[in-house]
């Protein structure tokens, strides 16, 4: 979908798009279109049951004279109470209606639609930003995709009194958009196109955007000893990868850099603690932690963020053949502790175990933030709103929770502690990759992982709940969200760029 920002006049085809507040309210567009043309908004809004909420919608079909084909009506709630996140939700709602009318082209007049204390330009490529990512489909294998199932918006332009502004700011956001959809895809395909050498071969490609990106195979991860990934993915034809990538954008190139690791399970099947068969096809987008950090370095690269970011990906197939791993192994992690392997469908926290050893022995990281998706305890405590939050430093909490309620990608903090952690003692080895219970079982996920981190800050992203979405929201469409690439984007610019 093409996105332009232009001088405000008035379009000549396709739909126009202005804003009315809450209680019925007109915003200057809306108020200048009814004076204009025969209190054309103001009679459509009395035959209605539009009130102006967020996010309502009223088509009406416009005069003759105007030479467009509809006007549309965009709730836009109480002016006081607008965020940059509505805006961002104004875009998608018209891409979103627009699609079910089969039109191609929209122009949205941007006037009066952004929040107090946000200038109009940031505004403008708000809207932008929040259409282009609701513009997503995943729709490439659909070969017989019936006309009025196609997508067929095409084409928006936002009216704005600062067009060169509101072009520079939607630059930056663009960049983000591209890493959500980079890593909406990797967790779209199917386990037959993405598997760990495949993933491995798709981040190659952020080299061109001065990415320096390592690929550890099978045989480099033996010689290192990662005996808790290689573990997990023993099972499988398809080894396991490990993948660097380095972002070094600072000033000074030696500070200290920051690190986003991700789980990578391009496929799970429980491994022999066999998963039930209803549902398993959802596993293909067991890495998505690992595709939020793949996005998210995108975005970062993409936009030159001015600091310095590892993103490490843990990546296995956990696949129950002859050779997999059993209940009841013992592991030796690549920090020499070692695991019980009671479970083989707990091999996240394996996998991550080691990936989070490699990364701050190796790099010596400011900070450390895991996203993966853990465990299905924390859908049960949060659902599909939240994702869980684990810590060992307040800081580190605060700046990740206003960076996601900022972009819209929630966080709820859940606790540690040593009670828990005593759940994972074990007889036969270090500790067990499990307890014998089945209570807090994103908190056990949650101290297994923090076994294999030091003094570093550290959290946990338990993403199970928010990475893949039912239904559609106003700027995901149904299907993979993405989540996690603009709350580390927003945290990085936000608190540590130079």
Request: neutral net charge; contains cysteine.
């Amino acid at each position: 979908m093409k996105i332009s920002f232009v001088e405000p006049v008035l379009p000549k085809s396709g739909t126009l798009v202005v804003g009315v507040a809450e209680d019925r309210v007109l915003t200057p567009a809306a108020a200048l279109l009814d004076h204009d043309y025969d209190g054309i908004v103001q009679r459509a809004i009395a035959a209605s049951r539009f009130t102006g909420k967020r996010d309502q919608t009223l088509a009406i079909l416009a005069p003759p004279s105007l030479g467009i084909a509809r006007i549309l009506l965009l709730g836009i709630g109480k002016p006081a109470e607008l965020e940059t996140t509505h805006l961002e939700g104004f875009g998608g709602v018209v891409v979103s209606t627009l699609n079910t009318f089969g039109e191609t082209e929209a122009t949205i007049d941007a006037a009066g639609l952004g929040p107090l204390g946000v200038a109009a330009p940031q505004a403008a490529a708000s809207i932008g930003f929040g259409a282009s990512l609701r513009s997503y489909r995943f729709d490439k294998y659909r070969t017989r995709e019936k006309p009025e199932q196609k997508a067929t918006f095409k084409k928006l332009s936002i009216l704005t009194t600062a067009v060169a502004a509101s072009r520079k700011a939607f630059g930056s956001l663009d960049k983000i958009a591209q890493g959500v959809v980079a890593t909406r895809d990797v967790v779209s395909e199917p386990a037959n196109v993405i598997y760990p050498e495949t993933f491995a071969e798709k981040v190659i490609e952020l080299r061109e955007l001065g990415v320096d990106v390592e690929v550890l195979d099978e045989k480099k991860l033996k010689k290192l000893g990662f005996g808790a990934l290689l573990g997990v993915g023993q099972g499988s034809v398809r080894p396991p990868r490990l993948v660097i990538m380095r972002w070094y954008g600072a000033k000074d190139k030696l500070t200290a850099p920051l690190a986003f690791v991700g789980k990578g399970i391009t496929f799970d099947t429980g491994g022999i603690s066999l998963k039930p068969g209803p549902g398993m096809e959802d596993m293909k987008w067991d890495m998505a932690g690992a595709g939020a950090v793949f996005g998210a370095m995108k975005a970062i690269a993409g936009r030159k963020a001015k600091a310095n970011v590892i993103g490490v990906l843990a990546l296995a197939e956990n696949m129950p053949d002859g050779n997999a791993q059993r209940p009841g192994d013992i592991v030796t992690s690549l920090s020499g502790q070692t695991i019980e392997v009671l479970n083989t469908d707990a091999e996240g926290r394996l996998v991550l175990a080691d990936a989070l050893w490699f990364t701050q022995d190796r790099f010596k990281p400011r900070l450390m933030i895991d996203l993966a998706t853990l465990t299905g305890a924390v859908i049960v405590a949060l659902g599909s709103e939240y994702a869980g939050l684990f810590s060992n430093s307040d800081e580190l909490v605060e700046r990740l929770q206003l960076s996601g309620k900022a972009v819209g990608e929630n966080l709820w903090r859940l606790p540690l502690g040593d009670s828990y952690d005593r759940e994972i003692d074990c007889d036969a080895a270090d500790m067990k990759n499990i307890s014998s219970g089945r209570e807090a079982g994103s908190t056990i996920g949650a101290v297994f992982l923090q076994r294999f981190v030091n003094s570093v800050p550290w959290a946990h992203l338990d993403i199970a709940g928010v990475a893949w979405s039912k239904k559609d929201k106003p700027t995901v469409p149904k299907g993979a969200t993405g989540y996690g690439v603009r709350l580390l984007d927003r945290l990085v610019a936000q608190y540590y760029e130079d």
